[in-house]
């Protein structure tokens, strides 16, 4: 009978001292199969997959199993019979298959015969032992991070082994990276967009510890964490790492950025040109759009591209000279202070836990079997949203007020030297702007068809 062997390689995570690449396993194992004289037809490779958690995924051993069921493969290569199985349900299901497909399985001490009841005992005390293994190493690991937390030390963890900002021991700081994360906050409270902050720290060369370039996500995701506050994960406690940002940044800046993702308008996302989105239509309220004409090769304007409305249209030109001057004299006029910002130490943590809570009510009343009575687990879920809006509401004040005060008196070389979206950001803060209907036909521009009114 012809072998048709499977090379199954697993590396699982490091932290369960399970190190061997993949790579070496598969070179390994293909001498094996070679020395046997078996042919390999399929390389299944899992990497970072435990074999020991019951909810763990493995998608290669997924495919491996059924292409054993198809009878593409009779046989399984591996480095050691630890990378297969280190659960006796994984076992069973092998020997379960192998009844009907009669599987051989190998590795550097040797063959074995799924069908052999010897074979059979053999490999299911070796599995037990695998599994004492890896619950033995896994308790002492839950031991190390009790003793961490005791101590306010978590786990360096993150793609690329580290938190971006700290050393691999998860306590040192990093200097250059340091100085990144306090600007990134500062650009935030400025009135930046995340995204465009990203992009920008991409462009200048800087990359997350796995070596990937900034996204609107992943920037978001690292401003938020507790640990650039000094704190370990629950948000409260104080950690072993001196903070990147003091407390009270951090807060105001998870703020801005949970403000921003409900939407409200002066953290608007940075787009290629000041008014676009920003500046709406008078006759349908759409968000006016950059247009070109078809017989011409450049921009032309400022217009409505609703479909059935398309009534209005500004030269792009004219319209952000127009209203760059009103912001720019109403950011210079100390009659028009840019307002106080309100404390809200705490306001960051208790968005996040009403936020959970949130989720959790909302569980309970799609499952009654949970507890409760629904009209006042509804009741409930009306109180939250009512604070949550309150607390955006106040995250939306004072970013607007951090982002006017920032700017206060800008010269126009100033206010040209700014980032796209800090602008868009000034002009959202300070004026809602409406074009309307040309009132006369005509070169020209005249301010009486535009309505900037102040916020």
């Not at 629904?374 to 939306?396: F, N, T």
Request: glycine letters at 10%; aromatic letters at 6%; hydrophobic letters at 40%.
């Amino acid at each position: 009978m012809t072998i048709r062997a499977a090379v199954y390689c697993r590396m699982s995570l490091a932290s369960m001292d399970d190190t061997t690449k993949v790579d070496d396993q598969e070179r390994l194992c293909r001498a094996t199969a070679e020395r046997l004289g078996w042919e390999v037809v399929e390389v299944y490779q899992d990497n970072n997959r435990s074999a020991w958690r019951h909810n763990r995924k493995r998608p290669a051993w997924d495919r491996m199993l059924a292409d054993i069921e198809a009878g593409k493969i009779n046989a399984i290569v591996v480095y050691h019979g630890d990378r297969l199985t280190r659960q006796p349900m994984d076992l069973e299901i092998l020997i379960a298959l192998s009844r009907t497909r009669g599987i051989k399985l190998a590795s550097g001490t040797g063959v074995r015969d799924l069908n052999d009841d010897d074979d059979q005992f053999t490999l299911g005390i070796e599995a037990n032992v695998y599994r004492k293994e890896s619950a033995a190493t896994s308790r002492r690991r839950k031991m190390q991070y009790e003793r961490w937390r005791r101590e306010g030390r978590v786990r360096p963890g993150g793609r690329g082994g580290r938190a971006y900002g700290f050393a691999t021991d998860g306590v040192s700081l990093v200097a250059a990276e340091v100085a990144v994360i306090q600007d990134a906050a500062r650009r935030v409270l400025a009135g930046e967009s995340a995204g465009q902050i990203a992009r920008d720290l991409t462009a200048r060369g800087h990359h997350t510890p796995a070596g990937n370039p900034f996204t609107h996500g992943t920037l978001r995701k690292m401003l938020a964490r507790p640990r650039y506050a000094g704190l370990m994960p629950d948000g409260v406690h104080p950690a072993a790492w001196p903070p990147v940002l003091d407390q009270e940044t951090w807060e105001a800046v998870g703020a801005v950025l949970a403000a921003k993702a409900a939407g409200f308008s002066y953290t608007t996302n940075a787009r290629r040109y000041l008014l676009s989105g920003i500046a709406k239509c008078s006759e349908c309220g759409s968000g006016l759009q950059v247009r070109v004409e078809s017989r011409r090769t450049h921009l032309t304007g400022y217009g409505c591209v609703k479909h059935g409305c398309r009534k209005v249209q500004r030269s792009m030109e004219l319209l952000d000279e127009y209203v760059i001057t009103r912001v720019l004299k109403k950011l210079g006029d100390p009659a028009n202070p840019p307002g106080r910002v309100l404390e809200n130490k705490g306001l960051a943590a208790e968005l996040r836990m009403l936020t959970i809570e949130r989720a959790a009510t909302e569980e309970r009343v799609r499952d009654p079997s949970r507890g409760g009575h629904v009209d006042a687990l509804l009741d409930r879920l009306d109180a939250i949203d009512k604070r949550i809006a309150q607390l955006r509401e106040l995250a939306a004040g004072n970013a607007s007020a951090r982002l006017l005060g920032a700017h206060a008196g800008i010269t126009r070389p100033q206010w040209d030297a700014l980032p796209l979206g800090t602008r868009r950001a000034l002009v959202a803060a300070l004026f809602t702007v409406v074009v309307l209907p040309a009132s006369k036909r005509g070169p020209g521009f005249r301010t009486e068809d535009v309505r900037v009114t102040g916020r």
